[in-house]
């Protein structure tokens, strides 16, 4: 029984960072390639950012420079440092695997950039 929770999100001001972090339980991280999705009210779910189970990062270009995906295997979390954020950043942030199948949607967390 895998579970993903994803926490951090919040109220942020333009500019201003944000960590978010997902707890994975029931898998390891470190043995799966993992991704942040996001989803904007009358948008689709989007890919933001994938770590593979080697460290190879890819980045959307709308968040390249300014996001970065990591992980702790020990804590069996994975992260998505967000620096420089914008109001489009703005959505409902998810974390799942990034392989050929992906795990139920949780809640996700929401980030709302506004001054």
């Known amino acids: 029984q895998v579970q993903l929770v994803e926490s951090g999100g919040g109220l942020v001001q333009p500019g201003g960072s944000r960590r978010l972090s997902c707890a994975a339980s029931g898998t390891e991280v470190s043995v799966n390639a993992m991704g942040w999705y996001r989803q904007a009210p009358g948008k689709e779910r989007d890919l933001v950012a994938t770590?593979?189970?080697?460290?190879?990062?890819n980045y959307a270009d709308s968040v390249k420079g300014r996001f970065t995906i990591s992980r702790d295997n020990a804590k069996n979390t994975v992260y998505l440092q967000m620096n420089n954020v914008k109001p489009e950043d703005t959505a409902v942030y998810y974390c799942n695997l990034n392989s050929g199948y992906l795990m139920p949607w949780g809640q996700g967390t929401q980030v709302t950039v506004s001054s």
């Open positions: 770590i593979s189970r080697f460290g190879n990062r």
